[in-house]
């Protein structure tokens, strides 16, 4: 007994001497983050004291062999442990000898509570130091978010959180009998849906989290009959896991594709293979209900009521099934496209916005959210507080359920809406400053055509960096009639998405000569006004909530700019620009037709760009104007009839009271007043504080000098 209580003080010391060293070679001052990082060290000393002091006492109290075999292999591990990462710097291989022993021996001392010990003071220290060790993590945790030393990187659980339960899971199958051995394996795997919840932020993780919380506590603490647990000992291996996900919650400023990456990025086959075991999940989750309705008075009564309520459930998961293979589909397309461009995982999220992957999900947000709430009825219905196994399940079910809640909620608030555009550039031998035609010299007229294929260029170039759908890019050297311009406008103005709805936004391109009015002139004299444009646009959008977008490269931009700031109940916006005039500068090349089109896509291209709008005396001055409702433009959301459409293209017939139930319910706008007051405030803040740059939200800005 000497010698191991010898050998545990000498690997103690020997640990912290080891630590200290490593400390100083990293930094030869004590600065704040080493500091910091000291908190870290000593938490897992205390852990590792507590642990073997714990099961000291247990081996002192029983006389079990095994145990003092487990203590002695452990000690042997940690200083193994020790020793790779300390004088081998293989940080790696030490982790993965450590974590797993650290849940398997806090799974020991959670189950091994004996009645024996009762007023021992090593076990009772052992609490202690356990406490102490969740306090100095929680803290050291804490303090390094705080200081910002923290590299997130996107990953569901991290190796220590999956070696620790996998640790605490071999513990739980040696000492707990069997029935209670699956309820523990269930909960702990629902424990790590937990955290995956919390890393993710969806939206009801943290719901989630207190919901397991209590009726984890309920389970183990409030059933004697099942097995004795060790409080202090659960506490600290529940707070060690549950508290690096927790902060990240209010921490980590990875976006949501950032987040979801190893989802998002998996191949297409092993996405829909990780589907098999969910769904065994599901369908071990009713049969379970159903056993213990059994169980319920009045029997005429409770089974009729459970048939319908499973008639319910049902149908939700139906509907689940199908969105969640419908989106695995639609991110298959957007991941082939994504590999095709050599974009990797930068440019998924743009990808995803121009397949309408926002729209889907929104739709699919609300028929998810049912499926919660189908899940939550039939266990209260059934709900019975003997049932350990049931209510270890529910608990897996609820955070799986919210992760694909959350990830469409998250994807539908973030992704871009689905744009469309259409770019005209008519170049012509003639301007008329005064009025009269006047027939241009050959080499101006080569500049000029140069200067628009340049123009064409640039513009493909802004509708393949936003990946935005090109409905043409049109380019004549004779001219364009008003006939043929406005019927290829209407047919651009009428274009839809593959699944249906219009587009989020639609973006005109026009360089070419124009009149001091603003209007364009067109082959044989015709002229194309804003207000003709903006009927057409009435009449093809009806009661869409899409916006229109003019980027205008023409010498009389100004008067659309100012005319679309009247417009009312449209969302629409004019880019224009102002070449400076030989007479007011001087210049020793005077800006022409091309020169803003440009910088302007160049700014909107290169988050590196050099142009820098705001600069006193520019050659090309940017202009914009929107329209008075402008800032009440929100992205496309999915109206009674795009739902219909998306419930005959994904679901069976059956699903479609549901599916309503849904849209009627998604409606509801509870909030109405705080809206309006909010959307009066955004739209007296753009009209008479309008921004030099403002985002569209589709990727590119607009902007004025």
């Not at 019975?384 to 529910?394: E, L, M, P, R, Y």
Request: hydrophobic share 45%.
């Amino acid at each position: 007994m000497e010698k191991l209580c010898r050998f545990l003080r000498y690997s103690a010391c020997h640990c912290l001497h080891a630590a200290m060293t490593r400390l100083d070679e990293v930094n030869g001052d004590v600065s704040m983050w080493s500091s910091v990082r000291l908190l870290g060290y000593l938490s897992g000393l205390n852990l590792l004291v507590a642990l073997c002091l714990g099961l000291y006492a247990r081996w002192e109290r029983t006389a079990e062999t095994i145990l003092l075999v487990i203590f002695i292999l452990a000690l042997l591990v940690f200083g193994i442990a020790s020793i790779v990462h300390y004088y081998f710097s293989m940080e790696r291989i030490s982790l993965i000898l450590l974590h797993p022993w650290f849940g398997f021996l806090q799974g020991l001392l959670c189950f091994l509570n004996s009645p024996l010990l009762e007023g021992d003071l090593k076990d009772r220290v052992a609490n202690y130091l356990l406490v102490t060790s969740l306090v100095l993590r929680s803290l050291w945790a804490l303090l390094d978010r705080l200081l910002g030393c923290t590299r997130y990187r996107p990953a569901f659980l991290t190796s220590a959180e999956r070696l620790e339960l996998v640790g605490f899971a071999v513990a739980s199958t040696m000492l707990l009998p069997r029935g209670s051995t699956i309820s523990v394996m269930v909960l702990l795997l629902a424990l790590a849906a937990v955290m995956i919840a919390l890393r993710m932020k969806v939206l009801l993780a943290l719901p989630s989290l207190l919901c397991f919380t209590v009726i984890a506590a309920n389970l183990l603490f409030s059933v004697p009959q099942n097995f004795g647990v060790n409080p202090f000992a659960l506490v600290c291996f529940f707070g060690q896991l549950i508290c690096d996900p927790l902060l990240d919650v209010f921490f980590s400023g990875l976006s949501v594709t950032e987040r979801w990456e190893p989802f998002l990025m998996c191949g297409g086959l092993w996405r829909r293979l990780s589907l098999l075991p969910l769904l065994l999940v599901e369908m071990g989750f009713i049969p379970l209900a159903a056993v213990e309705i059994t169980h319920l008075k009045p029997l005429y009564l409770t089974i009729p009521g459970f048939v319908l309520c499973a008639l319910f459930w049902a149908i939700c998961h139906m509907v689940f099934f199908i969105t969640v293979w419908g989106f695995h589909t639609k991110l298959s397309d957007c991941q082939r496209v994504c590999v095709s461009q050599g974009s990797g995982g930068n440019g998924l999220d743009k990808i995803m916005a121009s397949k309408g992957v926002r729209h889907f999900c929104l739709i699919s947000e609300r028929l998810l959210f049912f499926t919660l709430v189908s899940t939550v009825a039939a266990a209260a219905f059934c709900w019975q507080v003997s049932s350990s196994i049931f209510a270890s399940v529910f608990l897996l079910v609820l955070p799986l359920e919210s992760l694909f809640h959350g990830l469409f909620h998250e994807l539908g608030s973030s992704l871009g809406g689905t744009c469309v555009g259409y770019a005209v550039v008519i170049p012509t031998n003639y301007c008329s400053p005064d009025g009269q035609p006047l027939l241009l010299p050959p080499d101006q007229v080569q500049e000029l055509n140069r200067r628009s294929t340049s123009m064409l260029t640039s513009m493909q170039r802004f509708f393949a960096h936003h990946l935005i759908e090109t409905f043409g890019c049109d380019y004549s050297t004779s001219g364009v009639t008003l006939e043929a311009l406005g019927a290829k406008v209407r047919a651009f103005l009428e274009l839809r998405t593959a699944d249906g709805p219009r587009h989020d936004t639609y973006v005109i391109f026009y360089s070419g000569h124009s009149h001091r009015s603003g209007e364009w002139a067109l082959a044989g004299g015709d002229t194309l006004r804003l207000d003709q444009i903006l009927d057409w646009w009435r009449e093809k959008n009806g009661a869409s909530c899409s916006r229109l977008i003019f980027v205008l490269d023409c010498d009389n931009s100004s008067p659309w700019v100012k005319s679309v700031r009247k417009v009312e109940g449209l969302y629409v916006a004019v880019q224009g620009a102002t070449l400076a005039r030989a007479k007011d500068v001087v210049l020793e090349d005077p800006p022409q037709l091309g020169d803003f089109t440009s910088q302007w896509v160049e700014f909107n291209c290169n988050p590196n760009s050099s142009v820098r709008w705001c600069e006193r005396g520019r050659a090309v001055s940017a202009v914009y104007g929107v329209s008075k409702h402008w800032s009440d433009y929100t992205l496309h959301l999915p109206t009674g009839s795009d739902v219909t459409n998306h419930w005959r293209t994904y679901f069976p017939r059956m699903t479609y009271p549901v599916v309503q139930l849904a849209l009627w319910c998604g409606g509801l706008n509870l909030l109405w007043l705080c809206s309006a007051c909010l959307q009066c405030v955004k739209r007296v803040k753009l009209n008479w504080f309008p921004p030099a740059v403002l985002d569209t939200g589709q990727g590119f800005k607009l902007v004025r000098s």
